[in-house]
C-alpha cells in the first residue's frame, strides 16, 4: 500500500495528489494535535527546569536569562536518588509481572476452565473495584506487612502493589480470553495438550492484546504510588522515587519550581527510554494480530 | 553514610547470629519462607528481616525520624548527628500530617524510633497525646532547658503543666514587604505600625500603579483569621481551648481581612496545593512575582518568596501591625519534637534533642541563610537571643530583634483536637463575608462557630 | 492460527469428557495465585470496613470499639453533607467520563491507520508518555498550568490574547466553580494516550479481512465503524468505562491537592469526607467513615450494575 502511495505522488500532478491524500492529511493533522496537546505541557516544563529563578516566576515561555545549575542541586540534594530510581525499576517490573502473571492463569481458568463458583469469583471482584478500601486499607496492610516482617523492606511493596490492579487485570483477561473461541481451547485438550500446554501455546498467543494493556495498567499504578510506599518504608535509601519526588515539592515547599520541573525531567526521561525500548515488544504483539488477522 | 553502613553490616550479623542459633519461630519462618516463595525478596529480605527484634535485645541506637522538609530546610542537622556516632537517623512517614504508622505501631507497645522531630502543638500534639502515643518530656529534660525556653513557648508545649513538644523551630506571623515596590510608589522603607497605616500604604501602591495588588495575606485561618484577631486582643479562646470566632477581636480581624482584599490579588481565597493546602498559595505566587508590595505570614514565606526575585535584598520584615488601642500581638507557633512512649533510648534522645535545638549553626544558618535555602525560623530559648543582644553577630537581621519583642506578647493557638480542624471546618462560613455572600461579619462568624460546634457534638 | 487449529483438529467434543471435578480442581489452582493476593490485601480490609461501619472505632481513642448496629449508617444517611458531596463527585463523573472515553477512541482510530511503521511508533511512544509520569507530578504540572498569575493557560488569556487582565482572570484551581471542570481536563489529559493504548489493543484484534470485506460490500467507513469496529471494541470499552466510572466517582487526591478541606468548595466530595472524617477530624471516626464509605460504595455498585447491563455481550 505505502509503495503504491509513493508511486502515485510521484506521477501525478499537485492536486490529484492532495485530493488522493486529502483525508490522510486531515487524520495526520488531527493526531498531531492531540500529540501536540500531550506535549506542551510538558515542553513548558522541561524550558522551566532551565529558567533562571526570576524567569520562572514570569509567564513568558522563553526566559531572559538560562540557568542550567538546576539539575545539579536535585543530585546535590537527594543523594539517594540512584537508588530510589532502581528501587522503583525493581518493585514496578516485580510487580508487572507477577500481577500479569497471576491475571492470566485466573483469566484464563475463569473462561475456559469453568471452575466452580466462577461467577461468584467474578461477581466478587467486580464489586470490590468499588469498595473504598482506602480508608482502612493502609492500616490493614500496615498490620498485615508487619505480620509478615516486610515493614523497611523495598521489595515487601510488591505484595500490596500486585493486589493494587489485581482485580481489574484478572477482569481485563477474562474478557480478553472470552473472545479465544472455545472450541479452540477445547479441541487442544483433547488432542492431548496438558492445561499448561493449551495455555502458553494456544490461548496467549490469541490473548497478547490484552497483556499489553493488563501491563500498561500495572506499571502506571506501581509507577506512580505513593501512600503505601511513604507509610511501609522507614529508610530514605529503601524508598521509592514518588516518594523521595513528594518530599521536593511537600512540606514548606522550600524546593523553588525551576528544581522540581529538574526533578520531573529526570524522573521522566528514564521511563522513556526504557519504554521507547519495552514498546518494540508491546507493540509487536499489537502489529502481528494486525498482519496475521 | 560511613557509619550508616558500618549499621547495617552489625544489624546484619546479628540477625544471622540470631538465624544460627535457631531463634526465629515458625510465624517468622512461614512469613520469610513465603516471600522467599515468591523469588523476589531474595538474601536483600533475609539478612533485613528480623533486624528489628534481633536488635532490640542487643540496644538500638538513638533513632530519631523527622518532617521530610526539616532537613532540607536546615542543612546544620547532619553536624549535630555527627556528635551522635551510631544514630539512626530517618525521614519520616508523615507526608501532609499522616500519624497513623505512629498511632498503629502505638497500638502494639511498639515505636521504630525514639523521637519524632515535626510535631505542630496545635496540629497535632493533642491528637498524639490522645491516642497515647507521646509522654512528656519532663523526666527527661534538663531543669535549666526548661526554663530557658520562652515562657509564651512554653505554654504553648504544655498540657497540664507537662511539656509534651520540646521546641525547635519557631514561625511567628509578622510582615513583609517589597521595598522596590514601595519606593515606586513613594512610601516610607519602614514597616506600618497599624492597620490603618498598612491599608493606606496598600491602597497607595495599587493606585500609583508601583505594583498590581497592594497586599495579601494567607487565607487560612490558623494564619490569617487567628493572627489579626490577636493583633487586637489574644483574649479568643473559650475555656475548652477553641477559638472564640465572634468575639470582637475575631469580628474585627474578618472586617480587616476584607478590606486587605480591596487591594490584593483576586485569586485570594483559592487555597493552594498539598499538605491539605498548606504550599504554593496564590498569596506566595503573588509576592513571588513581584507584583504586590505588603506581605502578611510567617517570615519564612516572604524569605522563600524573595528567592525568585531580581534583587532578594529588596525584602523588607517586621512586626505584625496593631489595630489603634490594639493588644499588638501575634500569632506563633513552633516545630518541635515528640517523645514516643514505646520508644527506647529517652535519656540519648533529650541528649540529641539539646544539642540539636542549641546548635549555633543552625540558627545562623536559618536567619542569615544558606545557598540553598533561607528560612527564617527562630530558636525558642531566651538565652540564644540575650546572647545575640550582648554580642551582636554581623550576620544578624533587624528583623530578629522586631520579632523577639513582639515574643513576650504573641500567643500560639490554643491546644484541641479541633485546634486546626476549627479552621477549616469554618472557613467557608466567614468566606461568605468576605466574597459578599453574607453582608453581616457577626452572622458570618456566628455560623462557623455554629458549624464547629455541630462537628464536635457527632458521635 | 485460531482458524488452523480449527481446520487441524478434529472436533470431537463430548466423547471424552473430561470429569467435572478434576477440571474444577485444575482451574481452581490456576486461581489460587490471584485469590491469595486478593483475599489477604482486599477482601481482609474490606471486611474489616464492613465491621468498623457498626461501630463506633475511634482510630485516636484508647477506648474499645462498641457495636452500635446501624448508627453510623442513620447518621450518614440523614447528613445533608454526604448527599451534597455525593452529587458533586457526580457531576465530576458526567464531565470527565464521556470525554475520556471519546477522545481516546478517535485518536486510536486515527493512529491505528498510521501505516507508516516509524510514525506510527512515534506515535505510540508519545501516547505513552504522560503515563509515564508518577501522578504526584501530574498534579504539580497541571497546578502550574493552571496557576492564576504566572500558568501558561491564563499568560495566554491575559497577555498574548488579551481577553482577561490579572484583576479578573479566570480562577481554575482552589475550589471555584472552574475547579471540577479543570480537573476533569487534567485527568482526560492524563488518561488520553493511555486509553488509546487500549482503544489500539482492541482495534488490533480485529481481523482486518474482516473490515475489507465488509468495505468491498460497499459498506461506507460509518457503516463498518458502527457495525464491526464497535461492537469488537465493546469489551474494552466496558472495562474502561466500569473502571473509570470507578475511578472518578472516588476520586481523592486531586481534590485533596486542588481543594483542601474547604466543606464549601465544589471537591469537598464524598470521599473527601470520609478521609476528613477519618483522619483529621477529632478522635478519627472511622466508624462513621466507613459507614460514610459503605453508601458512596453502594450507590457506585448499584450505576455500575447498570454500566455492566448496557454493556453486556449481545449477540
Not at chain 1, 228 to 234: D, E, G, K, R, V
Not at chain 2, 393 to 418: C, E, Y
Not at chain 3, 86 to 114: C, E, H, K, Q
Not at chain 3, 241 to 257: P, Q, W
Request: glycine share 8%.
Amino acid at each position: 500500500m505505502l509503495e503504491q502511495d509513493r508511486k502515485y505522488e510521484a506521477n501525478t500532478p499537485q492536486q490529484a495528489w492532495f485530493a488522493k491524500h486529502r483525508f490522510s492529511i486531515i487524520r495526520h493533522a488531527v493526531i498531531n494535535l492531540f500529540m501536540l496537546i500531550i506535549l506542551l505541557p510538558l515542553s513548558w516544563v522541561l524550558i522551566l527546569s532551565i529558567k533562571s529563578l526570576p524567569d520562572s516566576m514570569r509567564g513568558q515561555f522563553w526566559p531572559r536569562k538560562f540557568d542550567f545549575t538546576h539539575y545539579s542541586y536535585v543530585f546535590e540534594n537527594i543523594k539517594t536518588l540512584g537508588g530510589n530510581m532502581t528501587n522503583s525499576i525493581l518493585v514496578t517490573g516485580a510487580t508487572v509481572l507477577l500481577t500479569t502473571f497471576f491475571a492470566v492463569l485466573a483469566g484464563y481458568a475463569l473462561v475456559h476452565l469453568k471452575p466452580w463458583g466462577k461467577t461468584f469469583v467474578f461477581t466478587i471482584l467486580l464489586l470490590s473495584l468499588y469498595f473504598p478500601t482506602r480508608v482502612v486499607a493502609i492500616i490493614s496492610i500496615y498490620e498485615l506487612q508487619d505480620f509478615l516482617g516486610l515493614i523497611n523492606v523495598t521489595s515487601g511493596l510488591i505484595l500490596p502493589y500486585i493486589t493494587l490492579n489485581l482485580a481489574i487485570s484478572v477482569l481485563i483477561m477474562r474478557s480478553v480470553f472470552q473472545l479465544v473461541p472455545h472450541e479452540v481451547i477445547e479441541s487442544a485438550r483433547l488432542d492431548g495438550a496438558s492445561v499448561w500446554g493449551t495455555l502458553w501455546f494456544i490461548g496467549l498467543p490469541l490473548a497478547r492484546n490484552g497483556l499489553v494493556v493488563v501491563f500498561i495498567v500495572n506499571f502506571v499504578t506501581a509507577w506512580g504510588e505513593f501512600l503505601l510506599a511513604s507509610t511501609l518504608i522507614n529508610d530514605q535509601e529503601a524508598r521509592t522515587m514518588p516518594v523521595v519526588l513528594a518530599a521536593a515539592q511537600g512540606g514548606m515547599g522550600q524546593w523553588a519550581w525551576p528544581r522540581i520541573a529538574a526533578v520531573y525531567i529526570i524522573v521522566v526521561t528514564p521511563g522513556l527510554i526504557a519504554f521507547s525500548f519495552a514498546q518494540k515488544l508491546f507493540f509487536k504483539g499489537l502489529a502481528e494480530g494486525v498482519v496475521k488477522g | 553514610m560511613v557509619e550508616r553502613n558500618e549499621i547495617e553490616l552489625k544489624l546484619q550479623e546479628a540477625n544471622r547470629r540470631q538465624l544460627l542459633q535457631g531463634k526465629i519461630d515458625r510465624r517468622e519462618f512461614l512469613s520469610r519462607s513465603m516471600v522467599a516463595g515468591l523469588g523476589l525478596a531474595g538474601v536483600g529480605v533475609a539478612s533485613k528481616y528480623g533486624v528489628g527484634p534481633a536488635y532490640a535485645a542487643e540496644g538500638r541506637p538513638l533513632t530519631p525520624t523527622f518532617y521530610d522538609w526539616i532537613e532540607g530546610l536546615h542543612p546544620g542537622i547532619p553536624g549535630v548527628n555527627e556528635r551522635f556516632p551510631g544514630i539512626n537517623y530517618q525521614i519520616a512517614p508523615v507526608q501532609g500530617f499522616g500519624i497513623e504508622r505512629f498511632v498503629a505501631e502505638s497500638k502494639k507497645s511498639d515505636s521504630t524510633w525514639d523521637v519524632y522531630v515535626g510535631q505542630t502543638p496545635f496540629v497535632e500534639m493533642t491528637s498524639l497525646i490522645e491516642a497515647d502515643v507521646i509522654e512528656p518530656w519532663d523526666n527527661y529534660i534538663p531543669a535549666d532547658v526548661i526554663d530557658d525556653i520562652i515562657p509564651s513557648i512554653r505554654e504553648e508545649c504544655s498540657v497540664n503543666g507537662k511539656l509534651y513538644n520540646w521546641p525547635f523551630l519557631l514561625d511567628v506571623v509578622g510582615m513583609g514587604w517589597h521595598s522596590g515596590v514601595t519606593n515606586k510608589a513613594g512610601l516610607v522603607d519602614s514597616a506600618p505600625a497599624t492597620w490603618d497605616e498598612f491599608l493606606d500604604g496598600a491602597n497607595t501602591i495599587k493606585e500609583s500603579g508601583a505594583a498590581p495588588f497592594g497586599a495579601t495575606f494567607d487565607a487560612h485561618g490558623w494564619r490569617s483569621v487567628a493572627p489579626l484577631a490577636h493583633s487586637r486582643s489574644s483574649d479568643v479562646y473559650t475555656p475548652e481551648g477553641l477559638f472564640d470566632f465572634t468575639s470582637d477581636a475575631a469580628v474585627e480581624a474578618l472586617v480587616l481581612m476584607k478590606k486587605i482584599m480591596q487591594t490584593s490579588n483576586p485569586d485570594i481565597l483559592l487555597s493552594g496545593a498539598s499538605d491539605g493546602g498548606v504550599n504554593g498559595t496564590p498569596d506566595e505566587v503573588a509576592f513571588s512575582t513581584q507584583r504586590v508590595g505588603y506581605y502578611v505570614k510567617y517570615f519564612n514565606a516572604p524569605l522563600r518568596m524573595a528567592q525568585y526575585w531580581d534583587d532578594p535584598k529588596q525584602l523588607h520584615m517586621g512586626p505584625l501591625p496593631k489595630f489603634s488601642g490594639g493588644e499588638g500581638s501575634t500569632v506563633f507557633w513552633t516545630t518541635g519534637c515528640a517523645l514516643f512512649k514505646h520508644g527506647q533510648n529517652k535519656e540519648k534522645a533529650a541528649e540529641y534533642i539539646k544539642s540539636l535545638t542549641y546548635d549555633r549553626q543552625i540558627w545562623k544558618d536559618s536567619i542569615a541563610g544558606t545557598e540553598t535555602a533561607h528560612v527564617g525560623q527562630l530558636p525558642p530559648y531566651s538565652s540564644i537571643y540575650k546572647e545575640w543582644g550582648e554580642t551582636k553577630p554581623d550576620w544578624m537581621l533587624p528583623f530578629v530583634g522586631l520579632v523577639r519583642g513582639q515574643l513576650d506578647r504573641a500567643k500560639a493557638i490554643d491546644n484541641h483536637l479541633f485546634g486546626l480542624s476549627q479552621f477549616q471546618i469554618g472557613q467557608p462560613f466567614w468566606e461568605a463575608f468576605l466574597k459578599g455572600e453574607e453582608s453581616d461579619p457577626r452572622v458570618a462568624m456566628q455560623n462557623v462557630t455554629d458549624a464547629v460546634r455541630a462537628e464536635m457534638n457527632r458521635g | 492460527m485460531d482458524r488452523g487449529a480449527e481446520i487441524i483438529i478434529p472436533r470431537s467434543v463430548g466423547t471424552a469428557r473430561e470429569p467435572k471435578i478434576r477440571q474444577s480442581i485444575s482451574a481452581w489452582i490456576f486461581l489460587i495465585p490471584a485469590l491469595t493476593f486478593f483475599v489477604c490485601y482486599q477482601v481482609y480490609p474490606i471486611f474489616r470496613i464492613v465491621w468498623i461501619s457498626f461501630t463506633d472505632f475511634e482510630f485516636l481513642s484508647t477506648e474499645p470499639a462498641n457495636w452500635i448496629g446501624f448508627g453510623n449508617y442513620i447518621e450518614a444517611y440523614n447528613d445533608p453533607l454526604m448527599w451534597k458531596s455525593m452529587g458533586r463527585a457526580a457531576l465530576f463523573t458526567v464531565m470527565f467520563l464521556p470525554g475520556t472515553i471519546i477522545f481516546p477512541l478517535i485518536l486510536a482510530i486515527l493512529v491505528d491507520r498510521v501505516r507508516h511503521p516509524l510514525l506510527a511508533t512515534v506515535y505510540r511512544l508519545i501516547l505513552l508518555v504522560p503515563a509515564l509520569i508518577p501522578s504526584t507530578l501530574v498534579f504539580v504540572l497541571w497546578k502550574w498550568m493552571y496557576n492564576y498569575q504566572i500558568g501558561p493557560i491564563n499568560y495566554m488569556l491575559v497577555e498574548v490574547f488579551n481577553i482577561f487582565t490579572y484583576y479578573n482572570a479566570p480562577q481554575w484551581l482552589g475550589g471555584t466553580n472552574l475547579t471540577l471542570p479543570s480537573i476533569a481536563i487534567m485527568e482526560i489529559w492524563w488518561g488520553l494516550g493511555y486509553h488509546a493504548i487500549f482503544f489500539l489493543a482492541g482495534l488490533a484484534s480485529i481481523p482486518r479481512d474482516m473490515l475489507e470485506a465488509a468495505r468491498l460490500d460497499g459498506a461506507n467507513e460509518w457503516r463498518v465503524f458502527w457495525h464491526i469496529t464497535l461492537p469488537r471494541l465493546a469489551p474494552i470499552m466496558m472495562i474502561l468505562v466500569v473502571l473509570r466510572f470507578g475511578t472518578s466517582m472516588a476520586v481523592i487526591d486531586e481534590y485533596l491537592i486542588f481543594g483542601g478541606f474547604n466543606r464549601g468548595a465544589p471537591t469537598y466530595t464524598w470521599t473527601v469526607y470520609m478521609y476528613d472524617q477519618a483522619f483529621n477530624i477529632g478522635l478519627w471516626r472511622q466508624g462513621f467513615a466507613a459507614a460514610v464509605g459503605m453508601i458512596g460504595a453502594a450507590v457506585m455498585v448499584f450505576f455500575v450494575a447498570g454500566l455492566v447491563y448496557i454493556f453486556r455481550p449481545r449477540g
